[in-house]
């Protein structure tokens, strides 16, 4: 029989639907529960794509023994990581603190006032690698609650008091510098991996954020080291397993330092990111790598990502059916020689010499990750695509990995950026299009009558979770860059009604520091603030990126004053830490230099010289500036605003803190205008 979170709308809760365990979803209601049976709560944390969430579930959570125990001795509760990212971060924050790691399936039990008194992640069945069961672990909780339980509320109390302590140094609200961007480059030098690319050792994550400041850096300063660390990473990653050489887009992040073998889960946030990252390099140095990785990137986001209400799902499954009926992490994507062989006939050896596939693997049982090894001599290009083309059809047969269907409406806002500013570059208006589509989706579903953002939908329906910072900042992200590449004011009307809100629910009005959730959000034991990024932008300093450009497009006053205060954190973290605040870093350059703000006037937005003058806009490099293109009667964008054409010819027009160019009509002057 079905538990409570058959009523939900998270493709991971609805995993949990058939599950023995009497779950019920966050609410008020599990709490009052607790209270009335005098139980405490076991709170279990994780998400639809993550392999030792599936791997939990199937040993303890479909047991119906521990379901049992569950049942009686527990109110038990499940998140969806990815729908409440507040509850996440809090508990995290705890579990961190407590353990000195964390990660998911997240595992805390409870008071019945939602204070945690023990924590873990995954517990196996039985005892393991020095860790005790799950049963153990209950047993063990249950009996403290039964007999200790005064001093179960004191540990409690005690973590909620430290949590409320651990205050983060915050550098005051004052932007950084030339010093400080300069001491974070020299910091991410010595952490630089310069055999492999990346930073730091296994597992390695992709530094989307990271790459986009060393591009800034290097645009705005001419530096060559920061150039080639954004390259050689990009390079190194593309080249990888854990890049979808046949498929294009890109896995969760690699097992190993070299990049070959991936955590094959494909997550909307990251294929986003690493799309907008490869397009910019392309930018800067023409590189046909950077291209090619960057609209096959897109390409796998509008082919495997869209729904069919037109967002983008936020993520494709580790595991999969191998074919037997058993779920196997890579299943999809691993080849062995003889697979090559079935396929290929003739053209194997070629492929397995390509692709790196050999006959002792690089991944488990003998199969391989394809990835492209440095190698000798030259392929035939036809043959190989004849090749890619092949193994594609024939990996299209096999059982495909599940998707997480819900839009996010932050991981929205970062793909309809990306895919907005990638199909500019490449004259690819379908991309385009499907930025449109998704912007589309989010303003008729997500935002309510007073422009207030839900978190989710999912086949239409929108989720009942309020957004939260990153929600505000990342969907104004790509609005602002739907603005810049169509022209259509709408999209910077939307931008600063998003914005207005993060200004009046979101900022700390003494500090000028960012909150993650709103003055008026759900209270939770601890209000969540994080400058530092994630897998994403950290919600902090996407904010102060999309105020400091929705400034820059409109001159609103309050918008750059609160960004700036808001990169007080950088200064502070930056030199420190910098890669765990790359966006902020960024957003630092873009402030730096201006950021630059271009206004493009023509007789229409599809007159030749018009269109040239604004594609040289928006290829400039100059870091974070901000393009406006339309008549010069329009009204649809403040930049355009007393622009008129130049002795009747279309114009671009260079503001940078406010003091202009002389406007231009040749596209030359305007390239090397932005370009340093």
Excluded at 26 to 31: D, L, N, P, Q
Excluded at 193 to 211: C, E, L, T, Y
Excluded at 561 to 579: D, F, I, M, N
Aim: aromatic fraction near 8%; charge should be negative; include cysteine.
């Amino acid at each position: 029989m079905p538990n409570r979170l058959a009523q939900e709308t998270s493709p991971y809760l609805l995993q949990h639907a058939e599950n023995p365990v009497d779950w019920w979803p966050w609410s008020a209601e599990a709490f009052d529960e607790a209270r009335e049976s005098g139980k405490p709560v076991l709170l279990s944390v994780g998400y639809s794509s993550c392999h030792w969430c599936h791997v939990m579930a199937h040993e303890s959570f479909e047991d119906q023994e521990t379901a049992d125990y569950l049942n009686t001795h527990f109110v038990n509760i499940k998140v969806d990581r990815e729908e409440r990212p507040d509850v996440d971060a809090v508990y995290m924050e705890a579990v961190q603190a407590a353990t000195g790691q964390g990660g998911w399936p997240m595992t805390v039990f409870l008071t019945p006032d939602a204070e945690p008194f023990y924590f873990g992640t995954y517990f196996p069945p039985a005892p393991r690698h020095g860790m005790p069961s799950f049963r153990q672990v209950l047993e063990g909780v249950h009996s403290a609650w039964a007999d200790r339980r005064e001093e179960v509320a004191e540990v409690a109390g005690k973590i909620v008091r430290d949590l409320a302590g651990r205050e983060i140094s915050y550098g005051g609200p004052e932007a950084p510098g030339e010093e400080e961007l300069a001491g974070a480059l020299l910091g991410l030098t010595r952490e630089y991996d310069a055999q492999r690319g990346g930073f730091g050792g296994a597992p390695k994550f992709p530094p989307s954020m990271v790459i986009e400041f060393l591009l800034r850096h290097a645009a705005r300063t001419a530096s060559e080291g920061a150039l080639q660390m954004a390259a050689d990473t990009c390079e190194r990653m593309a080249r990888g397993g854990i890049y979808d050489q046949l498929g294009g887009g890109f896995a969760r992040y690699s097992v190993d330092r070299e990049w070959v073998v991936p955590h094959f889960e494909k997550m909307l946030y990251d294929n986003a990111l690493l799309c907008r990252v490869y397009a910019h390099l392309w930018r800067a140095t023409g590189s046909a790598l950077a291209r090619r990785v960057a609209l096959e990137t897109a390409d796998f986001m509008v082919r495997e990502l869209r729904t069919g209400e037109g967002g983008f799902a936020s993520a494709l499954d580790a595991d999969s059916d191998d074919g037997s009926g058993k779920h196997v992490e890579g299943a999809y994507y691993v080849w062995t020689p003889e697979q090559l062989r079935d396929v290929l006939g003739d053209d194997a050896e070629l492929a397995a010499d390509y692709f790196g596939v050999t006959e002792e693997g690089t991944f488990e049982e003998g199969s391989s990750v394809l990835q492209l090894p440095q190698r000798e001599g030259v392929f035939d290009a036809e043959k190989v695509e004849s090749v890619k083309r092949r193994l594609l059809d024939a990996r299209a047969a096999r059982p495909a990995p599940g998707r997480d269907d819900k839009v996010v409406a932050a991981w929205n806002g970062l793909a309809i950026a990306a895919l907005a500013e990638t199909g500019a570059y490449f004259d690819r208006p379908d991309l385009v299009e499907a930025a449109v589509g998704a912007a589309d989706l989010l303003v008729r579903l997500h935002l309510d009558d007073h422009a207030q953002i839900a978190r989710t939908s999912k086949d239409g329906q929108v989720g009942a979770n309020a957004g939260v910072l990153e929600d505000y900042a990342d969907v104004a992200e790509g609005f602002l860059a739907l603005a810049s590449v169509t022209g259509e004011g709408v999209w910077l009307e939307f931008a600063g009604f998003l914005l207005d809100h993060v200004l009046a629910r979101f900022v700390d009005a003494e500090s000028g520091s960012l909150y993650d959730t709103a003055s008026d959000a759900e209270q939770l034991i601890r209000r969540p603030q994080d400058p530092t990024d994630n897998a994403a932008p950290s919600g902090w300093t996407a904010a102060a990126g999309a105020l400091l450009s929705y400034a820059a497009q409109t001159g609103a006053e309050p918008h750059r004053t609160a960004a700036e205060r808001a990169l007080g954190v950088v200064k502070a973290l930056g030199p420190r830490v910098p890669r765990f605040i790359g966006w902020g870093l960024a957003v630092a350059e873009a402030l730096l230099d201006g950021p630059k703000e271009v206004a493009i006037v023509g007789p229409s937005l599809d007159d030749k010289a018009t269109k040239a003058l604004h594609r040289t806009a928006l290829l400039g490099t100059a870091p974070g500036a901000v393009v406006a293109v339309g008549t010069p009667d329009s009204d649809e964008l403040p930049l355009l605003a007393g622009r008129p054409l130049v002795q009747d010819e279309p114009a671009a027009y260079i503001c940078r803190n406010f003091t202009c160019d002389a406007p231009t009509t040749d596209p030359e002057r305007l390239r090397s205008a932005l370009n340093g």
